[in-house]
């Protein structure tokens, strides 16, 4: 077997369509596209999205800016500075503690995270969901304690 005996198998292939090249053809003249109008014109025709005239839904829809995780925790935040405000020395801090003066709007709503603004001079002890290392460097440089 040469390279020159090689040919595709019986059905497999099929002679192109070649419009424009005289009425014997069978797609002469208008090149099967009909007579005149939008659609008969080269590059004629509506885009992508075109609804009538209608203004399309990708410009009706509002321009959605950024990215939210579905698994994302939202904390609710309290910072050093404020425990300072609220609490006396000694004072044990949780969610219950904080709910109770107000500095979170409930204790079992939301996880509760102390962050590192404000200067602490409280020996406290902390036992909440999170505290960030700023604020664990604070309470424990205050005499405190994170539980």
Do not use: C, W
Not at 6 to 20: I, N
Not at 35 to 59: C, D, I, T, V, Y
Not at 93 to 111: F, R, Y
């Amino acid at each position: 077997m040469q390279i020159n005996d090689l040919f595709p198998a019986p059905g497999s292939t099929k002679e192109r369509k070649r419009v424009g090249r005289g009425h014997g053809s069978g797609h002469g003249g208008t090149s099967g596209r009909g007579s005149n109008g939008q659609m008969s014109r080269a590059g004629g025709g509506k885009g992508p999205g075109f609804e009538g005239g209608q203004l399309p839904l990708a410009m009706r829809l509002p321009k959605l800016g950024g990215f939210v995780s579905h698994n994302r925790v939202a904390y609710a935040v309290v910072n050093v500075g404020r425990l300072d405000e609220l609490f006396k020395d000694g004072d044990v801090v949780d969610a219950d503690a904080l709910a109770s003066v107000g500095a979170i709007k409930s204790a079992d709503k939301k996880p509760v995270k102390i962050l590192g603004d404000g200067e602490l001079s409280k020996k406290l002890t902390v036992r909440v969901d999170k505290v960030s290392k700023t604020a664990q460097a604070k309470i424990e440089k205050a005499g405190g304690a994170v539980d």
